[in-house]
Structures are given as C-alpha cells and as structure tokens.
C-alpha cells in the first residue's frame, strides 16, 4: 500500500509565504516524478510543478520565479516552497507521484488527499 500524505496547507496574507511538504511511504521500490497540482473552486484541477529524480523541475508559468520545488530521494519527500502567494494561488494543493510499488510491474499515479492553501488579507 503506497501512500501520499500532505502538510503545511492553510491561511496566509498576500505577499506571504508558505511551505508544502509531501511524506511518500509504503513498499516503494522506485519514485519517478514527483509534483504539485492545484484545484481552485469551480475550477479544474492544474499543474503547479513537477520535478524528476534527477531533479529538473518544470513549473506552471503562473508560478515561475515564485514557487519552488525540491526533492529528496532518501525520505521520498517532495516541498513546494511558496514566496510572494497571491489571491489567485487559493487552492487545494495536491501531492503526485509517479511510481513503482515493490509489487507492481509498471509504474501507476498516486495522489495525495489534498491541503487546502487560503490567500486573504
């Protein structure tokens, strides 16, 4: 059983910072792709930022220059650090991974739950 479980979600004013961080855990055998996605109200879910094992990250250009992705392969977490958040940033933030289970023959999608980011003054 794999598991995604997300923290660092909640309420902050424009301009203010936050820091998501996302646990991957159960019988892993190989992490490929690890990322962030957001879904608004009324809105569809999108891509964030995505970063490789080797570490090259690609971002949503709403986000560029603000967020910042990071990985460590040793405790198979990925963070998201977010600098300069804005109204439009408000969103359910969710962890993603793309990975192999020591019980599986291909890799498959794992998703977190979700942590809901609120930016308000």
């Known amino acids: 059983q794999v598991q995604l479980v997300e923290s660092g979600g909640g309420l902050v004013q424009p301009g203010g910072s936050l820091r998501l961080s996302c646990a991957a855990s159960g019988s892993l055998f190989r992490i490929y792709v690890l990322g962030w996605y957001r879904q608004a109200p009324g809105k569809q879910r999108e891509l964030v930022a995505t970063i490789t094992s080797e570490k090259s990250a690609i971002y949503a250009d709403s986000v560029k220059g603000r967020f910042t992705i990071s990985r460590d392969n040793q405790k198979n977490t990925v963070d998201l650090q977010m600098n300069n958040l804005k109204p439009e940033d408000t969103a359910v933030y969710y962890c993603?991974?793309?990975?192999?289970?020591?019980?599986?023959?291909?890799?498959?999608?794992?998703w977190g739950k979700g942590t809901p980011v609120t930016v308000s003054s």
């Open positions: 993603n991974a793309d990975l192999q289970g020591v019980l599986s023959l291909k890799p498959n999608d794992y």
